[in-house]
């Protein structure tokens, strides 16, 4: 088994983690939008994005460098990381995006968040891979010595995007997505989430 395999309430019976909904970015204001990152959106979203590899390269990415950028280049972006912490509980495998809160280094530093691009361009088939990437992330840390900071977990079409947070083994997801046509919010709810989580 592997962080692919997992449901969402999988995760919450086998791996012990308690779900709620909770509102996560309350009175969160949309950030100005970089009019390169604008533009690049406006380009990409002119064509047929029907592979993950697309909606990747040409939404997802762009949208956490403009997220770097506004955060003063404090985080590093992984993609295609392998995050293997404990294999026998299924923590293993690939993920779409790992962000850390360090400066750029070849090696994984302890992740704040990660990033799951949704199977089959559905939110809720995406939900248990992002939940367990993140208690995933929350081994990797303690090992690291980087106990208590909450992990952030996001599920994304590349158009909609839903956010989780894991706090000790508390699982909360906001029941509200957030859209690619108001990339600002977008933009601002990455800030808080590199805010909440200390250098």
Not at 16 to 35: I, K, N, Q, S, Y
Not at 114 to 138: F, S, Y
Not at 140 to 166: D, H, M, Y
Request: glycine content about 8%.
């Amino acid at each position: 088994m592997a962080y692919g395999d997992f449901t969402l309430e999988q995760v919450v019976e086998e791996l012990g983690a308690p779900l709620r909904l909770a509102d996560l970015f309350p009175g969160v204001a949309p950030l100005a939008v970089p009019t390169w990152l604008r533009e690049l959106l406006d380009r990409g979203m002119k064509l047929p994005l029907l592979s993950e590899k697309a909606r990747s390269e040409l939404i997802v990415m762009p949208i956490l460098l403009a997220s770097r950028e506004l955060s003063d280049d404090s985080i590093s972006i992984y993609s295609g990381q392998r995050l293997d912490v404990d294999p026998e509980r299924g923590l293993m495998g690939e993920c779409d995006f790992l962000l850390a809160r360090t400066p750029p280094l070849p090696i994984l530093r302890p992740p704040l968040a990660t990033l799951v691009e949704a199977k089959r361009n559905d939110i809720d088939l995406g939900l248990g891979q992002c939940a367990a990437q993140m208690l995933g992330a929350r081994v990797f840390n303690e090992k690291a010595g980087r106990e208590g900071s909450p992990i952030f977990g996001c599920v994304t079409t590349g158009e909609t995007w839903q956010f989780l947070k894991l706090q000790g083994d508390q699982l909360e997801i906001d029941p509200r997505h957030s859209y690619i046509s108001d990339v600002g919010t977008l933009l601002a709810i990455f800030q808080a989430i590199i805010a909440a989580c200390p250098s």
